[in-house]
């Protein structure tokens, strides 16, 4: 693997986990009115929150294939 594919690779996984990081962030609330046995908002908005999340597992698992066909010309 090439030294840009490397640091490609790594801000990829930067991203990854930033998503991962935000979808927490976003469902933290939840939980909360889910432990204090108030009503948790609808399933579409509960979907919405977890965009990130999936995003950034995908982004995590594909990063590697992702960075070497980004830096492919820089060979």
Known sequence: MSPYAK????????VAFGCI????????SDYFLY?????LPGP???ALKGAPLL??????WKGRALAIRLTR???
């Open 44 to 46: 579409g908005r509960l």
């Open 21 to 28: 990081i935000l979808s927490l962030a976003f469902y933290s």
């Open 35 to 39: 432990l204090s046995h108030r009503p």
């Open 7 to 14: 640091a490609v690779l790594s801000v990829l996984r930067l």
């Open 55 to 60: 995003a950034g597992l995908v982004l995590y």
């Open 73 to 75: 010309d820089l060979e």
